[in-house]
C-alpha cells in the first residue's frame, strides 16, 4: 500500500514574514511522518484571506491529507476558517467536534477556537490552532478516524 500524502500550510503574519519560526508547521510534520504520512508540501501564507484560499486550493490537489495551522481564533486577522469554508466541497462538522473536545480538556480557551474541517475532491483539509501544543493535540483527536474519511473521500464507502 503506498503511503499517504500530506502538506502543512502555516497561516502567520509573522512566519510569513520571517519573523518567527515555523514551530507548529514542524510540530505537524514530524507527529505526521510519526502516523506514516508522507509529507509533500509544507507552505506558509500570511493572515490573508484571498491567500489562504489560494494556496489551499493549489495544495488539495498535490495531497489526500492538508493541515493548516493557525488563524483559527477569535481576532480579527483569524480567517483561515472563512478562506477555508470558500474552498470545502463538503464539510465535516464531526471533526471539528472531536477537535474542540480534546482542547477544552487542556483549556476552556479552545472554546473560542473556530476551525473548519472537510473534504475538496478526494483530499481532506482540517484547521488546527496555531500553538505547537493546540495544533497536536487537535491532529491527535482526528488522527484515528482520518484513515477512513480518506478511504471515504477517495470513493471506498464499502463498510468495513
Do not use: K, Y
Request: charge should be negative; hydrophobic fraction near 40%.
Amino acid at each position: 500500500m503506498t503511503r499517504r500524502r500530506a502538506a502543512v500550510l502555516t497561516v502567520s503574519d509573522g512566519v510569513a514574514a520571517g519573523t518567527r519560526q515555523d514551530d507548529s508547521g514542524h510540530a505537524l510534520q514530524e507527529d505526521l511522518t510519526a502516523a506514516g504520512f508522507e509529507v509533500v508540501a509544507r507552505g506558509v501564507v500570511p493572515d490573508d484571506r484571498a491567500a489562504i484560499a489560494s494556496a489551499l486550493a493549489d495544495l488539495a490537489d498535490a495531497c489526500d491529507l492538508l493541515l493548516t495551522t493557525g488563524g483559527t481564533g477569535f481576532g480579527p486577522r483569524d480567517v483561515t476558517p472563512e478562506a477555508t469554508a470558500e474552498i470545502l466541497e463538503r464539510e465535516a462538522p464531526g471533526l471539528v467536534h472531536l477537535m474542540l473536545a480534546r482542547g477544552i480538556e487542556s483549556t476552556p480557551m479552545a472554546a473560542l477556537s473556530r476551525p473548519r474541517a472537510g473534504g475538496r475532491g478526494s483530499t481532506l483539509i482540517i484547521n488546527l490552532p496555531g500553538s505547537p501544543a493546540g495544533a497536536r493535540s487537535g491532529l491527535q483527536a482526528v488522527l484515528p478516524v482520518v484513515g477512513h474519511a480518506l478511504d471515504l473521500l477517495g470513493g471506498d464507502t464499502e463498510h468495513q
